[in-house]
């Protein structure tokens, strides 16, 4: 349904404190877009189109931070866990990005923690050996930009809305 909702129409900043443990999150979120002068989301597809593509401009702030202290150039998004199982956030953040996203896997917290210690005992030599039995072993899907022109122009939006939350 989120998918199907007007894209826009408001944005958060997950970072606030308002989102940090509401009682009631939809009033959370109705409050914070009245402070901004936003339209509030109204049913539930809304809601939930508002916090993903608030999610996604998010990471491409948080991509935009770390490009300024990575010297090496960063050319695509991996999402693992539960996340990756979402395929309206892997693509609104393929969006916000401009990157592909990796989706996957979605166990990645069990099966690091199980291949960190098959490395310990010795059942696994590497790291790179590691990456390898994850890749051969999970199947990934891959994410590319779409709409970027809008989500481009959404990013210039959060990003004024992102300071100026520091006050709401």
């Known amino acids: 349904?989120?998918?199907?909702?007007?894209?826009?129409?408001?944005?958060?900043?997950?970072?606030?404190?308002?989102?940090?443990?509401?009682?009631?999150?939809?009033?959370?979120?109705?409050?914070?877009?009245?402070?901004?002068?936003?339209?509030?989301?109204?049913?539930?597809?809304?809601?939930?189109?508002c916090i993903l593509e608030s999610l996604a401009l998010k990471y491409r702030m948080v991509l935009d931070q770390l490009r300024q202290i990575y010297e090496e150039p960063i050319n695509r998004i991996h999402i693992v866990g539960g996340g990756a199982r979402n395929d309206l956030l892997c693509q609104f953040t393929a969006n916000a990005a401009d990157l592909p996203v990796i989706a996957g896997p979605a166990?990645?917290?069990?099966?690091?923690?199980?291949?960190?210690?098959?490395?310990?005992?010795?059942?696994?030599?590497?790291?790179?050996?590691?990456?390898?039995?994850?890749?051969?072993?999970?199947?990934?899907?891959?994410y590319e930009p779409e709409q970027t022109a809008e989500w481009q122009a959404a990013y210039s939006r959060f990003q004024g809305l992102s300071r100026g939350s520091r006050e709401v």
């Open 1 to 49: 349904m989120a998918s199907g909702a007007p894209p826009f129409r408001a944005v958060i900043e997950p970072d606030h404190g308002a989102f940090l443990n509401p009682p009631d999150m939809p009033e959370a979120i109705r409050r914070f877009c009245q402070r901004t002068k936003q339209p509030a989301p109204e049913t539930p597809a809304q809601f939930v189109r």
């Open 107 to 142: 166990e990645a917290t069990a099966i690091g923690n199980l291949l960190t210690q098959a490395l310990g005992l010795g059942y696994v030599e590497s790291l790179v050996e590691i990456r390898e039995i994850v890749r051969r072993s999970f199947p990934l899907k891959r």
